[in-house]
């Protein structure tokens, strides 16, 4: 209980309202801007840098202080971050988090599944595979896909590329979650055509509902990653 | 036999002449004594509250840390790699851990070595500004040293150097340091606190000086700006004609914040005001601001910059930089090139435009970046990268039109030289 409280104090504390400035805070993300969209929603043509709107505040920071910290790896992400200190970057993912979900799919990758390839992606993303241990993606990312506050991030309308560039990623431990790594786990049980289907079935998933990351705690996860500290509080 | 006689007798004077230079700029070097390591004397140094305090300062605008960190790594336990002409070479755990660290070096030991370059390793890699440390005072090197030890000791061990051969033998530092090397005459108490942080603890001319061919600091370019070894990046001089247009309150700001209207620190620049020069007291960084401005400019230098070795060089219209600079760049940084206070610096007399190394300029055309968050500037604007949007041939256009209008720098990049810069190391 008291950890629970600790957490939401804490939560509170890491999000000042700062909508004084807010409008003008984007302005000071030019460079952001000319990769992932001028409201985080993407480029088009840019079919590798994924979209940042919508997405938990709590998982770009993550990230932002990943790339900075060297838990993930991309040089120009962290040329931009690598001198940035953690207000800074709360405020950056704070600003994307609270702009809306973007609604298409990617720009490309559909059409390139055999029904059968789709229906074994859909599979996965809905239900897993127990005989490997295998949690579906929706068991963290949610039944919608819409990801869970404040550490899960929605899997919809990803760049394909980009996707399976981060299961590679996770697998050969380049880009690094907190420990427990899942990802890291989950990537290594998925073989590699499964990984190319899962992420363009993800790539062809358009949030056209503008749907926002369930809230913290609103479902729990089957395992207790370290990406996911609502879920330790429950244990 | 007979000719083999006269041949020794011909090269007795060689050899000769060979040795007493040899003898001559050993002791131009310092002779046996830089070599000798002092005897533990049993001396202790206090580590109360105010002397740590002090070290930690110290340590801090020396900026100790930046190199002797590895990203994301304990801090003060080693492990950057410094990539110089002649390979990589990590920096050495500073932590109190006896075995991996500098956990049983005596106050004796640690100054000979800020001091002289030698620790019980051998002679150091001139990566480490002894140089500059020669001048600090004894109380100074006291505090860092007991700030040091009250770190939490680290087992980490730096990887080993990657050098080419010869630099790989440290013996050889001996001979870098007979031709290269020359001890600063012993420390007089400097009354120019100003002087003593920027020629001394700051050791600015690392970066800010002329450099020869081979990495050594050019004589008579101390602070006289020049490609920095191993970075890619131009640091300009320092001195009353290059700063001119900042007043003292405004260059010290600058130096506490990374921002200016006449300019963001970028590159290595940007780190030194991140790790270290943030945390300048302001009185500090006046003294530095009216030194940096007192000192004499020096002549312009004749050589031509080329941002890469051999960049191919054809004649070709590179495009209208004016009209690619109303579209692309106009908006932030205005017409006349004037900037908007507080948010893009000027570009009118900015170091990229009037440096005589355009590097600076591709590199922030190119890839953009953040101006470093400190007190000062705790939500930076940023510069977008225009790699993907502009061709080459626009690129070189622009930076060309800034250059010659806002620099008055004759610049003739081609898209060529501008395509040579894509491979360069984002750092």
Not at chain 1, 80 to 91: G, S, T
Not at chain 1, 100 to 107: C, E, F, W
Not at chain 2, 281 to 292: H, K, N, P, S
Request: hydrophobic letters at 40%; one cysteine or more.
């Amino acid at each position: 209980m008291l950890r629970a409280t600790l957490l939401v104090l804490l939560l509170a504390l890491a999000s000042p309202a700062r909508a004084d400035d807010s409008a003008d805070f984007g302005e000071r993300l030019a460079a952001c801007a000319a990769c992932h969209g001028q409201h985080g929603e993407g480029v088009r043509g840019a079919e590798y840098y994924p979209h940042l709107a919508g997405k938990p505040a709590g998982y770009l920071f993550e990230q932002l202080k990943g790339f900075r910290d060297g838990r993930r790896a991309s040089t120009s992400m962290t040329w931009y971050v690598r001198f940035a200190d953690d207000a800074f970057l709360q405020r950056i993912a704070q600003w994307y988090a609270e702009l809306p979900p973007r609604t298409r799919g990617a720009d490309t990758g559909a059409a390139e599944l055999t029904a059968e390839r789709r229906r074994v992606a859909q599979n996965l993303v809905e239900h897993g595979d127990p005989a490997r241990d295998l949690p579906a993606c929706s068991s963290c990312h949610g039944a919608n896909l819409a990801g869970l506050e404040p550490g899960v991030p929605a899997l919809l309308g990803l760049p394909a590329d980009y996707v399976i560039a981060q299961f590679g990623a996770w697998r050969e431990g380049v880009r690094n979650g907190a420990p427990p790594d899942c990802m890291h786990d989950i990537a290594g049980r998925i073989a590699a055509d499964d990984m190319r289907a899962i992420a363009v079935y993800l790539s062809q998933q358009s949030n056209v509902d503008g749907l926002r990351p369930a809230p913290a705690a609103s479902f729990l996860p089957p395992r207790a990653c370290g990406s996911l500290p609502h879920a330790q509080v429950a244990k | 036999m007979k000719t083999w006689r006269i041949a020794g007798l011909v090269a007795v004077p060689f050899v000769l002449a060979a040795l007493a230079i040899g003898i001559f700029l050993f002791a131009q070097q310092g002779g046996l004594a830089p070599y000798r390591l002092p005897v533990d004397d049993g001396r202790v140094v206090a580590g109360d509250a105010a002397t740590l305090r002090r070290g930690e300062y110290l340590a801090r605008i020396g900026d100790c840390a930046a190199c002797h960190t590895a990203r994301g790594g304990a801090a003060y336990a080693g492990g950057r790699g410094f990539a110089t002409g002649r390979g990589v070479i990590y920096s050495s755990n500073l932590t109190p851990d006896r075995e991996h660290g500098i956990g049983a070096w005596s106050i004796a030991e640690f100054a000979h070595a800020m001091r002289h370059g030698v620790s019980r390793r051998g002679p150091l890699y001139p990566v480490f500004p002894y140089e500059y440390f020669a001048t600090l005072a004894d109380a100074d090197i006291d505090a860092i040293y007991a700030y040091l030890r009250s770190l939490p000791a680290s087992a980490n061990v730096p990887p080993p150097n990657r050098l080419d051969f010869p630099a790989n033998l440290r013996p050889a530092l001996v001979l870098w340091r007979m031709l290269h090397y020359r001890p600063a005459p012993a420390a007089a108490t400097d009354d120019n606190r100003g002087r003593y942080l920027v020629d001394g603890l700051g050791h600015c001319a690392m970066c800010h000086s002329e450099r020869e061919p081979g990495g050594a600091l050019a004589s008579g370019g101390h602070l006289a700006g020049g490609r920095i070894p191993g970075s890619g990046w131009y640091a300009p001089p320092l001195d009353a004609k290059q700063l001119q247009r900042y007043p003292v309150e405004q260059l010290a700001a600058y130096l506490r914040s990374g921002t200016s209207d006449h300019g963001a620190a970028y590159g290595p620049m940007a780190e030194v005001v991140y790790r270290s020069l943030q945390a300048l007291r302001e009185d500090d960084a006046i003294a530095i601001a009216r030194y940096l401005k007192s000192i004499p400019a020096r002549r312009a230098r004749e050589a031509a910059f080329t941002l890469l070795p051999e960049p191919q060089r054809q004649p070709e219209v590179a495009g209208d930089g004016a009209e690619i600079y109303r579209h692309a760049c106009a908006d932030c940084h205005g017409n006349d090139g004037e900037g908007k206070s507080g948010r893009y610096p000027a570009l009118r007399d900015a170091v990229a435009a009037i440096a005589p190394d355009p590097i600076n300029a591709v590199r922030m055309v190119l890839y953009g970046g953040f101006a470093v968050t400190t007190a000062g500037n705790p939500a930076p604007y940023s510069m977008p990268p225009f790699v993907q949007q502009l061709s080459s041939a626009q690129i070189a256009a622009v930076t060309n039109y800034v250059r010659e209008n806002f620099g008055a720098q004759r610049s003739r990049l081609t898209a060529a030289d501008i395509e040579a810069m894509h491979g360069i190391v984002l750092d």
